[in-house]
């Protein structure tokens, strides 16, 4: 059977994209390389930009009953020691975190109701254009191709499209018990040998995060064993590259989303919302027969945010630089609340306010 669309990649990006080009009665596809519901490493938090796209994908609710955790505070802490804290507003729309393999299957599914062709446990091992695809379960054919495959997309690969990674640093995530002082919170740690993300994630869950240069990793990781309850037997997961030079977003009946495009930090926050909003913008662009416009409309879906991503790598390089940004904060509070209202959102339903100690 030939398809409208095939799309490689079942993570947010591929699952709104399938979807919401099935509810506009595209023939589509959407295999995936893994099966669900699987662990997938990233901060696990979904900012209140990310709502209204849930709604419009007819997701929200779905997401709001699974076991989550309400943020109501971020903290940073400097190299030095100094936390500064920002309060979130309180909303039923407000920031939650949430584990990926539970929100991803929630994707999954509301793209299946709509009417995609899933096709899980299905590696992509051959592809010519035209567009005809290769798997470990079968040859499908469609006009037109999304890679959403993440960052080391193979649609990129086997194309000649994927770019050398940096490898500046390593990300490992793991979900652990919580400690009671943590409910409701993300902490952000900036240290002199890396980076340290924290969040309540619900039932009773931390997902913690590190990143750090390789060599300095071990460091990081005796760092975190002296302050939270990490077992023998933890289950690490690890990702790279964190950074990555862009692809293009679109060529001939090729549109490209999600990290397959463009790496995002996977601990900032911003991870999500591009994905879902990368992913509703190439079914809008698909279904309307508007191809050419796509690639000026996805540059411009960046523009304005990726500081925050390029800030965060920085001062995972720099401590210094996070030091200083801190102490900044510390004089100039707004300064804090302008960069947690970027990373979390606009301030939904009251206002933020900030702390230190």
């Given at each position: 059977m030939d398809y409208d669309v095939a799309i490689v990649g079942a993570g947010p990006a591929g699952s709104t994209c399938?979807?919401?080009?099935?509810?506009?009665?595209?023939r589509t596809l959407l295999l995936e390389k893994s099966h669900f519901p699987r662990d997938k490493v990233c901060g696990?938090?979904?900012?209140?930009a990310c709502w209204p796209i849930l709604e419009r994908l007819g997701a929200a609710d779905q997401v709001?009953?699974?076991?989550?955790?309400r943020l109501a505070e971020v903290a940073f802490v400097s190299p030095r020691g100094r936390t500064l804290r920002l309060t979130l507003a309180a909303s039923d729309r407000g920031e939650i975190a949430i584990p990926r393999r539970l929100f991803d299957a929630v994707l999954l599914d509301r793209a299946r109701e709509l009417g995609a062709e899933v096709h899980e446990d299905t590696a992509l091992t051959a592809l010519e254009r035209g567009w005809r695809l290769q798997t470990s379960q079968g040859e499908f054919s469609?006009?037109?191709?999304?890679?959403?495959d993440g960052r080391n997309s193979t649609v990129a690969r086997l194309l000649g499209l994927l770019p050398a990674a940096a490898k500046d640093r390593v990300g490992l995530q793991a979900h652990l018990p919580v400690p009671p002082e943590y409910h409701q919170r993300v902490e952000m740690h900036f240290l002199r040998f890396g980076y340290c993300g924290i969040t309540d994630v619900g039932s009773g869950l931390l997902n913690l995060c590190l990143v750090a240069r390789p060599k300095r990793l071990l460091d990081l990781k005796d760092w975190a064993t002296e302050r939270f309850p990490i077992l023998a037997d933890i289950t690490w997961r690890t990702i790279a590259p964190l950074s990555r030079s862009a692809i293009p977003a679109a060529?001939?009946?090729l549109l490209i989303?999600?990290?397959a495009a463009r790496v995002v930090e996977p601990f900032t926050g911003e991870g999500i919302y591009y994905a879902l909003a990368s992913g509703e913008l190439a079914a809008r662009h698909l279904t309307a027969g508007d191809l050419p416009d796509f690639a000026a409309a996805h540059a411009e879906l960046y523009r304005g945010r990726m500081w925050v991503n390029h800030l965060a790598r920085a001062a995972v390089l720099r401590p210094w630089l996070a030091n200083g940004l801190l102490e900044l904060a510390n004089v100039f509070p707004e300064a804090l609340r302008y960069l947690t209202t970027k990373v979390v959102g606009p301030s939904v339903g009251g206002q933020h306010t900030a702390q230190c100690s």
């Open positions: 399938a979807a919401f080009c099935a509810q506009a009665g595209w696990d938090c979904i900012n209140p709001q009953a699974q076991p989550h955790s469609a006009r037109h191709l999304v890679a959403a060529q001939e009946n989303i999600g990290d």
